[in-house]
């Protein structure tokens, strides 16, 4: 009867085991099925797409017919529109107190690179570390402020909060971090999240054996912390810098509220897809070209960093 049991709990197992493993390799062909699909589209001339119904084939490279898309895949002609056209004007006034403010932007792609780059990398790095010291301060010293600060995280990641952006946008503008880099980096040193709790349970699982013996040598907290704790969690804190990089990179609403006048590539994209008056860019394969231009980039860097980053997690070798 055990036996019987046995068996049978091995063979549901394995029926689990496949269909996890099918709906996996199910999703990832259909991710690379729409890359695939979005680079070949934006490749293509829109009166080919449009016009001649040519969703799902390939580019039509023939040149002796009326309609082709040689320009487009061998001079790369959709993406030379979007970097031509790739502009974004505005002005912005607002009342800090009862003084009115008005910022003006006049921002071309090499403005909007710079500005992604700034709150991409920028962002990712606060939101990668500042958990971290977070975690590392409530798992290795537990006080009673410790324990209030896990609470008070906990009940932010479980309570709601909604209405909230009126009263933190006047803040923010009475204080004078609205619409500028430092400003959104301020607003993100929070160290909560649930990365704290990530970073919380692997700190609590390294042995205090190093801390208690670097004491003994003489290290300070701070060397403790930076030296020995940080550099052993360097591959999660890695991880989650990527993920918050690939996160910031495509996040177009919070330029859109807090940065208006300091447009990123993805809030670019979004403008000339959604809102731009300019007629080139309602055409889909165009419109397409200027979202493969924020996603190779984020292909490529995963694709140089991936063996790094998704390393085994290590809780360090001293022996119980």
């Known amino acids: 009867m055990q036996k019987q049991n046995k068996i049978s709990k091995g063979v549901i197992t394995k029926i689990v085991m ?80 009862t003084m009115k403010i008005v910022h003006y932007c006049d921002a071309d792609f090499v403005t909007m690179l710079v500005n992604t780059l700034l709150y991409t990398v920028g962002g990712a790095v606060i939101y990668a570390f500042m958990p971290a010291l977070t975690a590392y301060l409530c798992a290795k010293y537990p006080y009673k402020l410790s324990k209030a600060l896990f609470v008070i995280y906990l009940m932010m990641m479980s309570m709601p909060i909604v209405g909230n952006y009126p009263t933190e ?4 503008r009475d204080t004078q971090l609205y619409d500028n880099i430092l400003g959104n980096y301020i607003q993100k040193m929070t160290g909560s999240g649930m990365y704290f709790f990530v970073y919380y349970a692997y700190f609590q699982g390294v042995s205090n054996t190093y801390r208690e013996a670097a004491e003994i040598d003489g290290a300070s907290q701070t060397t403790i912390m930076f030296g020995i704790y940080f550099p052993l969690a360097i591959k999660m804190i890695s991880t989650v810098f990527l993920i918050q990089f690939v996160n910031l990179w495509n996040d177009y609403q919070t330029p859109l509220m807090y940065l208006p006048t300091h447009p990123t590539l993805a809030f670019g994209v979004y403008y000339v ?14 419109r397409i070209a200027g979202c493969m231009m924020l996603a190779i980039p984020i292909i490529i860097i995963f694709v140089i960093f991936k063996d790094r980053l998704m390393g085994d997690v290590s809780l360090g070798g001293i022996k119980e």
């Not at 199910?26 to 009166?47: D, E, V």
């Not at 009326?66 to 912005?92: D, G």
């Not at 897809?273 to 165009?286: D, G, V």
């Open 273 to 286: 897809s959604y809102q731009a008056l300019n007629p080139t860019f309602y055409h889909t394969p165009i």
């Open 18 to 97: 496949i269909v996890l493993f099918s709906a996996l390799v199910l999703y990832t062909l259909i991710i690379i099925g729409t890359l695939c699909w979005g680079l070949l589209t934006s490749l293509k001339n829109y009166r080919e797409f449009e016009n001649m119904g040519n969703v799902m084939g390939l580019p039509n490279l023939n040149a002796d017919e009326p309609v082709n898309s040689t320009a487009e895949f061998f001079q790369l002609a959709n993406y030379q529109i979007i970097w031509s056209n790739f502009n974004y004007k505005r002005t912005e006034p607002f009342y800090s107190g």
């Open 169 to 172: 946008l006047t803040f923010l």
